[in-house]
């Protein structure tokens, strides 16, 4: 048992935590919009934003390995929040992240038939509906609703199910992927890297770096799954064991990114492929068997797809979990399967809200899911700031010190651009602030209105005290 409930159980080791972590970065945003990081600043500018990215997040994913060390429960941002601030902030912190996790499976819900649609196109013919002006076709909804059913299946049958899904879906995304990037860098030239930098017409070459780092801090984030999932770690290995993956799921994808942008540029003069859509896919079109390995770059990328949805749904039924165990959600969503271990109750609220996204359509989430940058810059700041406390309180070494400032000063910047960024766009961009301001006022209204039980007198005893949790999972 935890402070408020049944614990989840599971014997994840850390191949899974990884493919959790690297899965829930990495879908298939990269086969798209890798023409536009090129256009932006060319291959050696986009690879030098995303190494930029990548270090900015790694200091904030230290903080968060440090705090799975610590805490090892399922919920992350919530339960640091909720252990170190008290229960309205981690309530809020509770509210954004649910809503941002539904939205990203709707998302991702709606690609997969997107992705379908590119490999088989006579699949998707017809229009449905169409959701401020965009169509949604009777075979994109079908394939969206099979691929639902398919997670909430996975997980339904317990997390040793769905993890080994996510182990070999990743694995197997990664050994397509490197193996296609390997035969463009090996059948390209050096030379059509060149040049490695460039901006746009006016511009300056920095400027061109800065823009595709704005976008590698945002395309970096999904690490936090391996911390929802640390309550489900094996019984022989310890929290400590598990923390560091949290910043090499980060390094893994920054690499891999950086790998794309890299082999994509090999195979023709890069400022072919500038702004194009799916250049990556057009790239290895130009090699030998290019229509083959194009098709199995689609595939790959739709496979990519799932894993991060099923990383989705993981993530959020775990939060309500840890809420429901802390009083701040209906105790039933603590529910377990008797059989498999598995929260049911949690799993069904989360599959059913992404099934109701996906008859809005992608057109419908995509602003909440561009919110969620300002969301998320928040709850990293915090996460971090409750690390900087708890260490004070426990009298951390002179060293461990240098993390969670870092972590904070990450942040900040993260903050910054987050939101500045819809200011530049204009009055379309005010949309943004008032989606912000609208979704806080829901979560706030939800907590006046939406009576909360009281933690009981462990859970009180957790907020205050030090705490060192490492030492094996629950058995």
Not at 80 to 89: D, H, K, L, Q
């Amino acid at each position: 048992m935890t402070a408020g409930g049944p614990a989840l159980k599971g014997r994840l080791a850390t191949s899974h935590y990884f493919a959790l972590g690297f899965g829930g970065i990495v879908g298939s945003g990269w086969l798209v919009i890798t023409g536009s990081w090129l256009a932006a600043a060319g291959p050696g500018g986009a690879m030098a934003g995303f190494l930029l990215g990548g270090a900015l997040i790694a200091l904030i994913a230290l903080c968060y390995g440090e705090l799975t060390r610590r805490f090892p429960e399922a919920g992350a941002e919530f339960i640091y929040i909720r252990r170190v601030f008290g229960r309205f902030p981690a309530f809020m912190a509770g509210w954004c992240l649910f809503v941002y996790y539904v939205a990203v499976a709707v998302f991702e819900g709606v690609a997969f038939g997107a992705a379908l649609r590119l490999l088989v196109p006579g699949l998707m013919a017809g229009r449905l509906y169409a959701v401020r002006g965009v169509a949604v076709s009777p075979g994109e909804l079908g394939f969206g609703l099979l691929g639902a059913g398919l997670i909430l299946g996975l997980n339904a049958s317990g997390i040793g199910v769905s993890g080994g899904f996510q182990r070999l879906a990743t694995y197997g995304f990664l050994v397509v992927a490197a193996a296609i990037l390997t035969l463009m860098a090996a059948f390209g030239s050096a030379s059509n890297l060149e040049p490695l930098f460039q901006a746009g017409p006016g511009r300056p070459v920095w400027a061109g770096v800065i823009t595709v780092f704005v976008v590698s801090i945002f395309m970096l984030d999904g690490f936090q799954a391996v911390p929802q999932a640390i309550e489900e770690r094996s019984p022989d290995r310890s929290a400590s064991a598990v923390a560091p993956v949290v910043v090499a799921s980060v390094a893994g994808s920054t690499l891999f990114y950086v790998a794309v942008i890299a082999a994509t540029s090999a195979p023709t003069p890069w400022t072919r492929l500038a702004g194009q859509p799916l250049a990556t896919v057009r790239a290895a079109a130009l090699l030998p068997h290019g229509a083959l390995l194009a098709k199995a770059l689609l595939a790959a990328g739709a496979v990519s797809l799932i894993k991060t949805w099923n990383v989705m749904i993981i993530m959020a039924a775990r939060l309500l979990v840890a809420m429901a165990r802390e009083g701040l959600a209906p105790p039933g969503l603590m529910r377990l399967s008797a059989r498999r271990g598995a929260p049911t109750a949690a799993l069904s609220l989360a599959t059913g809200l992404s099934l109701a996204g996906l008859l809005v359509g992608r057109a419908a989430i995509d602003p909440i899911i561009e919110v969620s940058s300002m969301i998320l810059s928040l709850l990293y700041g915090a996460s971090c700031l409750a690390l900087w406390i708890v260490q004070r309180r426990e009298g951390a070494r002179a060293l461990a010190w240098l993390t969670p400032p870092l972590g904070v000063a990450a942040a900040v910047v993260i903050g910054g651009i987050a939101f500045a960024e819809p200011a530049q766009q204009g009055p379309s961009g005010m949309l943004d602030y008032g989606l912000v301001v609208l979704w806080l006022s829901a979560g706030v209204l939800a907590w006046r209105f939406a009576p909360p039980r009281q933690p009981d007198a462990t859970a009180r005893a957790a907020r205050g005290a030090p705490i060192n949790h490492d030492h094996p999972g629950p058995r």
